[in-house]
């Protein structure tokens, strides 16, 4: 599976972006795809994921309310919409593919995925 992300870019404090996250491969046997986030100097944390049915999603506590994730099956594609971004948003975002079609709970840890993007910058200036 390959992921290609995009949609980073610089945007203020309150402002929205829209990350998408395209796959290809073998993308029929995906059980779900996630969004995670690094900081400079700081460690990559969980920010959503959803199941590739889009039955369920789970989001940190840090972007919900502000935050969501959906999918377009046709277009093999994840999106997270990103509103009332604040300057603690700033990280390089990468999607990731969960490829374990048995599994019962959507992964909100990066070992749980497969497959990652190479990543996209958000920058949240204030």
């Known amino acids: 599976v390959q992921l290609q992300a995009s949609g980073g870019g610089l945007v203020q404090a309150g402002g929205s972006l829209r990350l998408s996250c395209a796959a290809s491969g073998r993308t029929f046997s995906m059980y779900g795809m996630g969004w995670f986030r690094q900081a400079p100097g700081k460690e990559r944390e969980f920010v959503a994921a959803?199941?590739?049915?889009?039955?369920?999603?789970d989001y940190a506590d840090s972007v919900k309310g502000r935050f969501t994730i959906s999918g377009d099956n046709a277009k093999n594609t994840v999106y997270l919409q990103m509103n009332s971004l604040k300057p603690e948003d700033t990280a390089v975002y990468y999607c990731?593919?969960?490829?374990?079609?048995?599994?019962?709970?959507?992964?909100?840890?990066?070992?749980?995925?497969?497959?990652w993007g190479q990543g996209t910058l958000v920058t949240v200036s204030s």
């Open positions: 959803i199941r590739w049915s889009g039955d369920s999603t």
């Open positions: 990731a593919a969960d490829l374990k079609p048995w599994r019962l709970r959507i992964g909100v840890h990066g070992h749980e995925y497969d497959y």
